[in-house]
């Protein structure tokens, strides 16, 4: 079993900057894949960005060149840096990692005033 803690969001204007963070606990060599998905109100739940244990990452169309992600093995953390933040980026960010199943964070708020 993974816990997960995010931590990070806030209300921003356009343009702005954030950085998301997302602490692991728990079984934490289990992990093979960390993932920051969002979901705003009437919307699904989407992918953000993804990085794999060996590094590799993936990010949404609506992101590239905006948003990086990266982790930290010694603090067992994954940080989500957005900038040039849009009024269309507000949602709930959820940290998700995947062992044998996924699990989920309890979520932080990012809102973009324009």
């Known amino acids: 079993q993974v816990q997960l803690v995010e931590s990070g969001g806030d209300f921003v204007q356009a343009g702005g900057s954030l950085r998301l963070s997302c602490a692991a606990s728990g079984s934490i060599s289990s992990i093979v894949f960390m993932a920051w998905h969002r979901q705003a109100p009437g919307k699904q739940r989407e992918l953000v960005a993804g990085?794999?244990?060996?590094?590799?990452?993936n990010y949404a169309d609506s992101v590239k060149g905006r948003f990086t992600i990266s982790r930290d093995n010694v603090k067992n953390t994954v940080y989500l840096q957005m900038n040039s933040l849009k009024p269309e980026d507000t949602a709930v960010y959820y940290c998700?990692?995947?062992?044998?199943?996924?699990?989920w964070g309890q979520g932080t708020q990012v809102t973009v005033s324009s």
């Open positions: 990085i794999t244990s060996g590094g590799r990452t």
């Open positions: 998700a990692a995947t062992t044998n199943t996924i699990q």
